[in-house]
């Protein structure tokens, strides 16, 4: 994060004597970015945050892929992933849906069960909170959560999520950072004018995290061996979350989709408008409610487009998408429209968006710069027959789609 924030107890000059009431000593800890040459900040320790005393394996869901190959655009319904009821951890109970080598995306419907303590050791995390609500309780201090919110957690910090209901939680795993694109930013990093959202709307914690005196506190740690992403389980001999105050510009945030000011115009303005974040060889947009194209001859519904250069990925998360009619997506609907193939809406959505003023839908817009591959999770819940919708005439040939696999 480009702003400074202090939180709690902590010294008036860096890296000096820093005691508590008693005289004893605390761990300073810095968490830093790119070496010591980006943004960081400071905690302060009751105990030795190092204190290791246990390493095992932790063996992580399913995490293959499959290419898109023979290349189509896909329909996945996420809703159907999970059965009506049926919940899992926040952290370990994630499904794989797409992913490729710069970012996986993984979906999963928690209960009121507190998560395991986790940290990503590979990238920043960007969870979507399609519903639900609850804390996130981080060694910066808790983040309160609800519908609509990214939750952003900046690689390597602890933390578990803590749902007070249900949660539907989309997150998006970077092997990067994520942050606001540069374009929205001042050269000393504060969000300009022409810029969605800006600092009032992005919510740090506001306070310490409480932590007991629990000693052997298991944490789970994503990383890479080579090429691969796999878990390990590091028992530490004190609580994670003994932090008395801490400093700095890095820490997670959460920021409402609903505090994104779409940017709108005369004719049809192109996805980058919608933009949120962006980490390595990926952007984050988001498609919101809003008045739309008023030029008297205005065509609302996009163009069709050729990303050359990207897959576009779609999670439809509320109103009723205009685009998209007549396919069979609908809310929980994940598109992804691979690039070296050219897109856009179903054909009857262009005459029927003429003269429209207001669209009301929401989506939440993954745009990857190598090619996405299949999860477990996506090729469970695949619509077969989407690829055919503009045609109307799939495979076999006589005017109807093909096969629903889950209809
Ligand atoms: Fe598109």
């Known amino acids: 994060m480009a702003y400074y924030r202090a939180l709690g107890d902590i010294p008036p000059k860096r890296h000096t004597q820093h005691r508590d009431a008693e005289g004893k000593l605390y761990y300073e800890e810095l968490m830093g970015e790119e070496g010591f040459s980006s943004d960081s900040s400071l905690l302060y320790h009751r105990g030795v945050p190092s204190a290791l005393v246990d ?9 293959t892929t499959t290419p898109n190959h023979p290349l189509k655009a896909r329909h996945l319904r996420l809703h159907t992933l999970f059965v009506a009821g049926e919940t899992a951890d926040a952290v370990t109970g994630r499904r794989l849906v797409l992913g490729n080598s710069d970012v996986r995306i993984s979906y999963v419907v928690t209960g009121e069960d507190p998560s395991a303590y986790y ?6 995390e960007c969870v979507y909170v399609e519903s639900g609500g609850g804390v996130v309780e981080t060694i910066f201090g808790p983040l309160h959560y609800r519908s609509g919110d990214y939750v952003v957690i900046p690689r390597a910090t602890t933390h578990r999520w803590v ?25 000393y990093g504060q969000l300009l004018e022409h810029a969605p959202y800006c600092e009032r709307d992005l919510h740090g914690p506001t306070q310490l995290q409480e932590a007991g005196d629990e000693t052997d506190v298991d944490v789970l740690v994503k990383h890479r061996v080579g090429g691969k992403v796999v878990g390990t389980r590091m028992r530490y001999a004190t609580h994670p979350f003994d932090v008395v105050g801490w400093d700095g510009c890095l820490y997670p945030y959460t920021f ?10 005369k004719i049809h303005q192109p996805p980058p408008v919608h933009q949120v974040f962006e980490g390595h060889n990926f952007v984050v947009c988001n498609f919101l409610p809003r008045k739309v194209d008023y030029h008297e001859l205005s065509v609302p519904v996009p163009y069709y487009h050729s990303n050359v250069d990207s897959d576009e990925v779609m999670f439809y998360v509320g109103g009723d998408y205009e685009a998209r009619k007549g396919s069979g997506i609908n809310l929980g609907s994940i598109s992804l429209h691979p690039g070296g193939y050219a897109h856009g809406p179903q054909p009857s959505a262009i005459e029927a968006s003429l003269g429209a003023e ?9 745009d990857t710069f190598a090619p996405l591959e299949l999860g477990e999770g996506g090729l469970a819940v695949e619509d077969e027959a989407y690829a055919w919708t503009w045609a109307n005439r799939g495979p076999d040939g006589n005017g109807g789609p093909a096969v629903f696999s889950n209809s």
């Open 163 to 187: 749902p007070n209901q249900s949660s539907r939680l989309y997150a998006i795993e970077a092997n990067s950072h994520i942050a606001p694109p540069k374009r929205y930013l001042s050269r």
């Open 55 to 63: 390493s095992q394996i932790w063996e992580l869901p399913d995490q």
């Open 119 to 124: 940290r990503n050791a590979i990238g920043d």
């Open 358 to 366: 207001f669209f009301d839908e929401s989506a939440v817009m993954v």
């Open 256 to 265: 409402n989709i609903d505090d994104f000011m779409p940017i709108t115009g």
